[in-house]
């Protein structure tokens, strides 16, 4: 290969979908290019391809890379939406529909999934990930590679997944999107890293450095990050490529004196692809002839580009993923539509249901569809939709329409999602008075929440609180619906709705999986994956908080809390009610002592008491008291998705393996210490129903940097009568993980 071919392996640019600058046909057959990203279409692919493999000296093939989020043409929940169905099944199953669509589209490579802890509901990224936990974050990841990578990454229905932001992107500053993190190393590792790490053990294909830097030292070219870490401690094989223009923008980090040095800088440091910034595929050809750049660290990259060609099936077959026929065949089908609903309804969080409003009779005869966001396809979509078309998607309004066909569901908008409408306002009250229901639907438009999408307030936008607050006072059959990409601080709608449901935003069948929850044919099981704070200001809130040495008390003058608001979140991680009730009881740890290899079995008793099926997301939280550095005052440590009949008992069993209460101490090394573990199971972070502990013995033990998981399963006890809600007898898949 010349300088310039291996330059070009390096060289990421965008198209335009199914456009591409009129140029890189040139550039392809000078074997200028290694990848595009955002074009796609099998007609369109296969003719760059062919360029590239018949027409360029090498005839190295193209990889094809998109922003494949939640869904091709079948738009998926967002994932944040997804997180809280905690589901991991679920989450690969949407995975993998999106891979089998983009790949018939031509795509190769998604640059998903979003990995990022995001403890800061002002920063607009939170709706792309899984939320504050890193527990459930390494799950969702684990779970999100193998859906789109599959069980062959070389398959025409498979995709090379992305890690992303590499690292500590949620970090930012007041939540402000590209801004500094300034974490430290025990930060970093025990909460911001255990995802990517999960994502590499699940054999993610790729990672992609972040925007940010980390104190002082941009992500794009962090050696110690994408080469000591990565490489380094973690094994990973695959590639890394900058995001968009990252490697460009370290000369406004300050961080190199021009286009070159950063090319540089960034290229030595590992990240192997430069996306879109141009230095790689010019400006380093003159300082590699110069001897400013070593040819041992071009071929590195080169290497590993070549090797994920490779690992993708190109060589063997580079049109494989440009098959016109395939893409119509499998796009948007009846199938795929249908598991897109199935992981939405999953996916919804009933915050509050006073006086048991909900679940809605379906003999109502006239219901009253209120707000701007209950009629919007754009929105039903959600941010990064990519392919995703409004006109595919059923709105709130259809589909409540569908499920009520002899009702009159009248719909007015009340008030726009910004700005404000008297006129509409009045109009919006009028209705709600004459209607039996009211389905009032509010949050945020799709374009406040995604990339550069931070908000300075994280209230309901324009009149809607106004609007939510006359429509009840109208009506106090009100249902209310939430849209929204991040947690809302809402304290007073919190308090005045009859019933709140958080819908995020859903996707292609938004509508239908609303209604399944509205008339019972699906309770409502998602939990919070993000607390919900009380106020702006408030921000960052997270459950697993430090306690400080003035743990906040609302009675205690001087203790960590505000002068002027609520220490509490509106409503904590994990939350989410069901339409019938689950009682927790017989506790049970042992053995009471284990050692640093040993593990702990966490067992209680799960019972329906309430009269429908459901299903219960039985959290397992701990805390280790004390620590040779401070410990969160809570820990997602499991969870067992069980599905119950009415009456119908499980006992739920999960094993704790002692490995995963290592942390990175004093000494920057991790590892496990002696002491008391406290145990809590309960149905959210607060809503704790038993407690316990076990205690860790031996002396403080170096532990490897896995993401370990708990396993959990849940067995029957003894036949409740009524038929199994998804009890599969024996013992039931309960969100199970498999151990590292
Ligand atoms: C964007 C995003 C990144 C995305 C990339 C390509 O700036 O930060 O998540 O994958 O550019 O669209």
Not at 8 to 18: D, E, K, P, R, V
Request: net charge neutral.
């Amino acid at each position: 290969m010349t300088l310039e071919e291996k330059l070009g392996q390096l060289a990421q640019y965008g198209g335009a979908g199914t456009r591409i600058d009129p140029k890189h046909r040139a550039w392809i057959r000078e074997g200028r290019v290694g990848s595009f990203l955002s074009v796609y279409g099998a007609a369109l692919t296969r003719e760059l391809q062919t360029i590239a493999v018949e027409e360029s000296r090498l005839g190295i093939p193209l990889l094809f890379a998109y922003d494949v989020i939640h869904g091709f043409r079948t738009t998926f929940p967002v994932p944040l939406a997804e997180a809280a169905s905690f589901s991991p099944e679920l989450a690969g199953e949407a995975a993998r529909v999106a891979a089998i669509e983009a790949a018939a589209a031509g795509i190769h490579w998604t640059f998903a999934p979003m990995v990022d802890v995001a403890r800061d509901a002002r920063w607009g990224r939170v709706v792309e990930g899984a939320g504050e936990d890193p527990y459930l974050g390494a799950v969702m990841a684990a779970a999100r590679v193998r859906g789109f990578q599959g069980r062959d990454v070389a398959a025409p229905d498979a995709l090379l997944a992305c890690a992303k932001h590499f690292a500590a992107y949620g970090a930012a500053e007041g939540g402000r999107d590209y801004n500094t993190a300034d974490i430290s190393e025990a930060t970093l590792r025990d909460v911001y890293l255990p995802p990517f790490r999960a994502a590499v053990d699940a054999g993610v294909a790729s990672f992609m450095s972040s925007f940010n830097e980390i104190a002082g030292v941009p992500s794009t070219a962090n050696r110690r990050l994408l080469t000591a870490i990565l490489r380094g401690e973690w094994q990973f094989d695959g590639l890394v490529v900058s995001d968009w223009s990252s490697v460009g923008e370290l000369v406004a980090h300050g961080f190199a004196g021009d286009r070159a040095h950063a090319g540089r800088l960034a290229l030595a440091a590992g990240t192997d692809i430069d996306m879109a910034s141009g230095i790689y595929g010019a400006d380093l050809i003159a300082d590699a002839r110069a001897g400013r750049l070593s040819a041992a660290v071009i071929d590195r990259a080169v290497r590993r580009v070549l090797r994920a060609k490779e690992r993708a099936g190109l060589f063997d077959d580079p049109y494989r993923h440009s098959d016109a026929e395939r893409e119509r065949r499998v796009t948007l089908t009846t199938a795929h539509r249908e598991a897109a609903r199935r992981v939405a309804r999953e996916s919804i969080v009933l915050l509050g249901n006073r006086g048991g409003l909900l679940p809605l009779s379906p003999a109502i005869s006239t219901l009253a569809v209120i707000g701007p966001l209950a009629d919007d396809r754009e929105a039903s979509l959600g941010p990064w939709s990519m392919r995703g078309e409004p006109k595919d998607a059923v709105t709130v309004l259809d589909g409540i329409r569908r499920a009520l066909p002899r009702a009159r569901v009248l719909y007015q908008r009340g008030v726009p999602v910004e700005g404000k409408d008297p006129a509409g306002l009045a109009a919006a009250v009028r209705l709600a008075r004459r209607a039996e229901v009211v389905v009032l639907v509010v949050g945020e438009s799709h374009r406040m929440s995604g990339e550069a999408r931070s908000r300075s307030s994280i209230a309901l936008p324009g009149e809607q609180a106004e609007l939510a607050r006359r429509v009840i006072a109208a009506n106090p059959r009100t249902a209310v619906l939430l849209m929204n990409g991040r947690p809302l601080a809402i304290p007073e709608l919190a308090a005045a709705a009859p019933a709140l449901v958080e819908t995020w935003f859903l996707g292609v069948e938004t509508g239908n999986a609303v209604a399944d929850v509205l008339f019972a044919a699906h309770n409502p099981s998602g939990k919070l994956p993000v607390s919900f704070p009380a106020a702006t200001g408030q921000a960052p809130t997270y459950y697993n908080h430090k306690s400080t040495g003035r743990p906040a008390v609302a009675t205690e003058e001087w203790s960590s809390k505000y002068f002027d608001a609520p220490i509490e979140p509106v409503f904590p991680f994990g939350h989410g009610l069901s339409y019938t009730r689950f009682d927790y009881r017989d506790l049970r740890v042992s053995p009471a002592e284990v050692d640093a290899s040993g593990t702990a079995v966490v067992e209680f008793e799960l019972a329906n008491v309430g009269d429908r099926a459901g299903l219960e997301v039985a959290q397992l939280y701990a805390r280790d008291p004390v620590g040779s550095t401070t410990r969160p005052v809570q820990e997602l440590k499991g969870f067992a998705r069980v599905a119950l009949a009415p009456r119908e008992r499980r006992r739920v069993r999960i094993e704790l393996p002692a490995a995963m209460f290592a942390f990175y101490g004093e000494d920057g090394r991790r590892a496990v210490e002696p002491g008391e573990i406290r145990v809590q199971v309960g149905s959210s972070s607060s809503d704790i129903r038993l407690r316990g502990a076990f205690h860790i013995v031996g002396p403080r033990t170096p532990a490897p940097d896995r993401v370990l998981f708990s396993a959990a399963r849940a067995d029957e006890i003894g036949g409740a009568g009524g038929d199994k809600a998804g009890g599969t007898g024996g013992s039931a898949v309960v969100g199970a993980q498999r151990r590292q």
